[in-house]
């Protein structure tokens, strides 16, 4: 049986989600997605202007934090958008930690009198969290500051949603609405050959154009197939472990580092991940928050790779 050769992109690697959002020409892509995410509670996001991740905090560890996209709207509130590919050591702590630059950067104005413009984090997983694992249908979570006992809005200018994308499970016959086809498109437009007859609408035509692999310049192929060997040397990782029954373990490695009692054949599964990361070109932390080893041990796996 003939090997399936993609035609277009996986959004799920880095090149292939910034190419479809994070560039100049293609904004009012991501735009379209912001405003189906968005729209009901905020109104029509107008413009969208990037900016510089770089530019957000004072301390270098504030400078190493990086988003994948993080933008502006014509009102001045801001936009994190983050597509996250594996489970990672306390990571709505750090949407959390990462939402605090756009809010402390508005205190650099002189004059300011501690009004905030909104921020938002949207989050698109391609994992689900081990707490929602008994809930197949939600996939969709928006988050606010509320009142434990009302369950209402205390403050609405803070909003984090998460998008666990293994979930949505839709074919294209069951698509209903246009937050749907979003997230039919972000899931499987590298299975696709062809534009689904659900989706010829402009901004999707667009989108697909803009992904197709044939279109690309020599150096842009480079590029993609580099971020897609990252990604696909990453899921074999992960897959590797789950096939050997040690998933279970594995996961709890990943959230919460090595815990006492994880069997040596556990141990050693993640030693043989963390070479494959080393081998990749991960840095340190990444790595640490992956595999849940210690510093000192990759450390020692690093020299003797050397």
């Given at each position: 049986?003939?090997?399936?050769?993609?035609?277009?992109?996986?959004?799920?690697?880095?090149?292939?989600?910034?190419?479809?959002?994070?560039?100049?020409?293609?904004?009012?892509?991501?735009?379209?997605?912001?405003?189906?995410?968005?729209?009901?509670?905020?109104?029509?996001?107008?413009?969208?202007?990037?900016?510089?991740?770089?530019?957000?905090?004072?301390?270098?560890?504030?400078?190493?934090?990086?988003?994948?996209?993080?933008?502006?709207?014509?009102?001045?509130?801001?936009?994190?958008?983050?597509?996250?590919?594996a489970?990672?050591?306390?990571?709505?702590?750090?949407?959390?930690?990462?939402?605090?630059?756009?809010?402390?950067?508005?205190?650099?104005?002189?004059?300011?009198?501690?009004?905030?413009?909104?921020?938002?984090?949207?989050?698109?997983?391609?994992?689900?969290?081990?707490?929602?694992?008994?809930?197949?249908?939600?996939?969709?979570?928006?988050?606010?500051?509320?009142?434990?006992?009302?369950?209402?809005?205390?403050?609405?200018?803070?909003?984090?949603?998460?998008?666990?994308?293994?979930?949505?499970n839709?074919?294209?016959?069951?698509?209903?609405?246009?937050?749907?086809?979003?997230?039919y498109?972000?899931r499987?437009?590298?299975?696709?050959?062809?534009?689904?007859?659900?989706?010829?609408e402009?901004?999707?035509?667009?989108?697909?154009?803009?992904a197709?692999?044939?279109?690309?310049?020599?150096?842009?192929?480079?590029?993609?197939?580099?971020s897609?060997?990252?990604?696909?040397?990453?899921?074999?990782?992960?897959?590797?472990?789950?096939?050997?029954?040690?998933?279970?373990?594995?996961?709890?490695?990943?959230?919460?580092?090595?815990?006492?009692?994880?069997?040596?054949?556990?141990?050693?599964?993640?030693?043989?991940?963390?070479?494959?990361?080393?081998?990749?070109?991960?840095?340190?932390?990444?790595?640490?928050?992956?595999?849940?080893?210690?510093?000192?041990?990759?450390?020692?796996?690093?020299?003797?790779?050397?």
């Amino acid at each position: 049986m003939a090997e399936f050769v993609e035609r277009y992109i996986n959004p799920f690697t880095d090149y292939g989600f910034k190419r479809l959002f994070g560039e100049e020409p293609n904004k009012d892509l991501l735009r379209d997605f912001l405003n189906v995410l968005l729209q009901e509670e905020q109104g029509e996001i107008v413009d969208l202007t990037y900016l510089k991740s770089e530019h957000l905090g004072t301390s270098e560890l504030d400078r190493k934090a990086i988003f994948d996209l993080y933008c502006e709207n014509d009102k001045g509130e801001k936009f994190i958008v983050e597509l996250q590919k594996a489970k990672q050591n306390f990571f709505k702590d750090r949407t959390v930690y990462y939402s605090t630059f756009p809010i402390r950067e508005q205190a650099k104005r002189a004059d300011w009198n501690y009004e905030l413009k909104a921020v938002y984090t949207i989050a698109i997983l391609d994992f689900v969290f081990d707490e929602d694992k008994n809930d197949p249908t939600k996939f969709r979570y928006d988050v606010k500051l509320t009142d434990t006992e009302t369950k209402q809005v205390f403050y609405d200018k803070l909003t984090f949603i998460y998008l666990e994308m293994p979930k949505f499970n839709k074919t294209v016959d069951e698509l209903e609405s246009r937050f749907d086809k979003w997230l039919y498109v972000l899931r499987n437009l590298n299975r696709l050959d062809k534009v689904p007859d659900k989706l010829r609408e402009r901004v999707f035509e667009k989108l697909f154009e803009t992904a197709e692999i044939a279109k690309f310049t020599p150096d842009q192929i480079r590029s993609y197939e580099d971020s897609l060997k990252y990604y696909r040397d990453l899921k074999n990782s992960l897959d590797t472990a789950k096939e050997e029954g040690i998933m279970e373990g594995f996961e709890k490695g990943i959230e919460k580092g090595i815990e006492k009692g994880i069997e040596k054949g556990m141990e050693k599964e993640k030693v043989e991940v963390a070479k494959n990361a080393l081998k990749m070109g991960l840095s340190m932390q990444a790595i640490i928050q992956l595999t849940g080893l210690s510093e000192s041990l990759i450390e020692q796996l690093r020299i003797k790779l050397e």
